[in-house]
């Protein structure tokens, strides 16, 4: 059970999944109950030993957490991906999740899938690369919103937050292809802004425009954003897909921040999967290079251990598997920000949409608090 | 609120979201937090009443249901969506998963976003004509399983099932491209034994492979169904994206079935969105041409009344978007069927593996099940 500190390769060639069962049945019979459901999914008098041996999940680790709680370690053959993600989470939670009384809490990588799944394209390394001046200290994101906005007015406060020195700027999840701000119109005068902000006044923002599907207009936007010399985008992978974001980073290159719309499914409430594990560890994998997640104590429901482990995984070791940013966003407030820079440390997005526009004009807003983030005056 | 009962199609150009909201908090608050967060996602401070008129969801009705529960209808147009389903889901869902309390019952889509989504390519009647010999009574689905068959014995498999007159054939969503059966050698090869069953017994059985990505192996693995002949496949949505699911159908024509592995975190538990919601409306404006679920009294907890209102969802009238089959599964038990079939009439695919597999030699279990079924003899 040392997984939990250790580096996210698991030398082995099995998945180790930990489980944690709540409820008075047999927990050697649930297990073996999971371990059939994720593989064989056969009434166990339908396949025979030898399906049980090359498939079926094997029970590694039983722990009593309490009278009605169990935490159980299942293992199964990294073999059954075949190095391929949607099998890997099929394996890992297809089925389960349809259980309802199920907690995922951890999971070992085996090497072998993580030579398919080379993750980040850029991740920490690369993006300060990309940004040299930012150096070692935090980074900031903030966001073209409210989705309403014409292209004019996007791209005007485009504009003032790359003059004030904003380091990433990122379309809100909700920008789409609406009539009053096309996708192709608004990234044209956004990528615009940004150039302009440099020539005036020297300041180098990244722009990251919204690439979530529709898949038919990928490849079409994706030349878009290359003629205009866009490094990065964000996407919503619980929305668009983990494995599509994971042939986006493949594909593209491009630095992308995944948005965590529609991922609160899997970890609230039960069944559920830790944060952790499914923003923090599965992202990375399906090549994130920044994870967008609820701060503590801002608009959503996300505790700090949950925050703090989250973090930490995005940057533990990985071997080959570049580390990735954490962003802590949905609401942080800015009077917060020194606590939290101090708990994060520099490795660190701050994604601030509303409380940054609440100090404000945007550019002198903005140039304040990059000050305040070290930045370079 | 007479939505529940009315067609899918909502006359008017706004989405109207039905949500239940639990707790002490003042009701009127609770929606207008929720109209923003989905839209405007800033302070109230941070935007005018333009953005509010365009874009910010709309407080359309009120319920108290007891002291702490109220139902609220919030209305946001569709014009938000822009006719992208992953925008459509954005503003349906993508925040508000992560509030944690809250459940999603039920919505009413406008009429301007079935334009662009049309759903089915097939439908029940488009599948009635695929396997005309069906006319009216219930189909049979099997499953190629377990994952670790190597890929004669899962022709081997697919021959008896074919022999037996299975209606349907599909691959288990555990087979990916596994090492021991490989994508390409185990579809050509149940592709030919279904053709042999047809030569040598006169039965018509449709083969679903599993085709869930990854995204890049797409385009060829579509070739093969095409140059086999295939009419349509098993995917997984909820792992691959609904989006994706949209495009293959749009793009392939395939008959889809929608396998329901990772569905549960929506549907279990809180938040939550009713399982009539997104597995019966949003997976047919979707496209799946039949939606699998667990049916109750199986495997997995799923009540009659949520079933049965799926099963409603996915056959009722929508103008031009096309009625889905239900498949009933999850290890539906064989000494049930009569009473599922009077339950849910001929429109319905029953989808059975594990208790077809304990009945003895397949191609007799199915030769068997399928006159129970009605199959003429």
Redesign the interface.
């Known amino acids: 059970m040392e997984r939990e500190d250790a580096a996210i390769v698991d030398a082995r060639e099995r998945l180790f999944v930990t489980y944690e069962l709540t409820g008075p049945q047999d927990p050697y019979q649930r297990a073996r109950q999971i371990a059939v459901?994720q593989?064989?999914?056969?009434?166990e008098?339908?396949?025979g030993p030898?399906?049980d041996r090359?498939?079926?999940g094997r029970l590694e680790d039983l722990e009593r957490l309490d009278r009605h709680r169990h935490r159980v370690v299942v293992s199964y053959p990294a073999?059954?991906?075949?190095?391929?993600?949607?099998?890997l989470?099929?394996?890992l939670?297809?089925?389960?999740?349809?259980?309802?009384d199920l907690a995922i809490v951890d999971v070992g990588w085996p090497e072998e899938l993580l030579d398919d799944l080379p993750g980040p394209s850029l991740g920490i390394e690369g993006l300060r690369e990309l940004l040299p001046a930012t150096r070692d200290r935090p980074l900031l994101c903030s966001a073209l919103?409210?989705?309403?906005?014409d292209v004019e007015a996007l791209a005007e406060l485009c504009l003032r937050l790359a003059r004030g020195g904003a380091d990433l700027i990122k379309d809100?999840?909700?920008l789409?292809?609406?009539?009053?701000a096309p996708f192709e119109a608004r990234v044209v005068a956004c990528a615009d802004a940004i150039e302009r902000a440099r020539r005036e006044t020297g300041t180098h923002s990244l722009y990251l425009p919204h690439l979530?599907?529709?898949?038919?207009?990928l490849e079409s936007r994706l030349r878009l954003l290359r003629e205009l010399g866009i490094a990065g985008a964000l996407v919503?992978p619980f929305?668009?897909?983990?494995?599509?974001m994971?042939?986006l980073a493949?594909?593209s290159g491009l630095l992308l921040l995944a948005h965590?719309?529609?991922?609160?499914?899997?970890w609230?409430?039960?069944?559920?999967?830790a944060p952790e594990v499914i923003l923090g560890d599965v992202l990375r994998l399906a090549g994130a290079d920044g994870v967008i997640f609820?701060n503590p104590g801002a608009?959503?429901?996300?505790n700090e251990r949950d925050a703090s482990t989250l973090v930490d995984r995005l940057r533990r070791p990985g071997g080959a598997l570049r580390r990735a940013f954490p962003v802590p966003g949905?609401g942080l407030q800015l009077d917060t920000l020194d606590f939290w820079r101090e708990r994060y440390g520099p490795d660190t997005i701050f994604l601030v949409?509303?409380?940054l526009?609440?100090q404000g004009e945007v550019e002198d807003a903005t140039r304040r608090l990059m000050e305040r983030l070290g930045r370079e005056k």
Not at 145 to 149: A, M
Not at 176 to 180: R, S, V
Not at 260 to 266: D, M, V
């Open positions: 459901e593989t064989a999914e056969l009434p008098d339908c396949f030898e399906i090359r498939v079926v073999a059954l991906a075949a190095g391929e993600l949607p099998q989470l099929i394996v939670f297809g089925n389960l999740s349809m259980y309802g919103k409210p989705v309403g906005l809100d999840q909700g789409g292809n609406q009539a009053w979530t599907g529709p898949v038919e207009t919503a929305v668009t897909g983990l494995d599509a994971r042939s493949r594909e965590p719309a529609a991922s609160g499914w899997y609230h409430g039960n069944p559920r999967i609820p608009r959503f429901p996300f949905g949409g509303g409380s526009f609440q």
